[in-house]
């Protein structure tokens, strides 16, 4: 008949969002594993800039639920926003699907990475980071500064 399955792909925030319901933020694999070049600790070394987008682990661990409205998580804003976090692919109907935060909250996985949403950049800081000043508005944003 010519036709053949192939299969799609399904990533691992997958299972760890849906069927396990236990987020995580260690990276299995140390070749993804960004780190910035600098760095002394694991990762590949590849970043400027301690910079990406938020993961669905991430928002998961604020508060976000796979497939179920939480407007109450300290992450939420009301805003379609794209994680970083591959859900699937499959070649049989073309798509790349993301994880992202619905506009109640809830963490899906069910459509397509064309699809325009806003983004949500975060930032890594090390442990001895502290907190300075700022309320972490557009006026008066959060200042950090090292421990003594």
């Known amino acids: 008949d010519g036709f053949s399955f192939i299969?799609?792909?399904?990533?691992?925030?997958?299972?760890?969002?849906?069927?396990?319901?236990?987020?995580?933020?260690?990276?299995?694999?140390?070749?993804?594993?960004?780190s910035t070049k600098g760095s002394s600790g694991k990762g590949n070394?590849?970043?400027?800039?301690?910079?990406?987008?938020?993961t669905a682990d991430e928002f998961a661990f604020a508060g976000g639920l796979y497939n179920e409205k939480n407007e109450k998580n300290y992450l939420y804003n009301n805003f379609?926003?794209?994680t970083m976090s591959p859900a699937m692919f499959s070649d049989w109907d073309g798509g790349a699907r993301n994880f992202?935060?619905?506009?109640?909250?809830?963490?899906?996985s069910n459509n397509y990475v064309s699809i325009d949403a806003t983004l949500r950049a975060v930032i890594n800081l090390k442990s001895d980071v502290l907190l300075a000043g700022g309320n972490g508005t557009m006026?008066?944003?959060y200042t950090v500064k090292l421990a003594s």
């Open 7 to 34: 299969p799609a792909t399904y990533y691992g925030t997958s299972e760890r969002l849906d069927s396990k319901k236990k987020p995580s933020l260690i990276c299995p694999q140390e070749r993804d594993l960004f």
């Open 139 to 141: 006026d008066d944003p």
């Open 100 to 108: 992202y935060i619905a506009q109640d909250g809830t963490i899906v």
């Open 80 to 82: 379609f926003t794209w």
């Open 45 to 54: 070394k590849k970043l400027e800039k301690p910079i990406g987008l938020l």
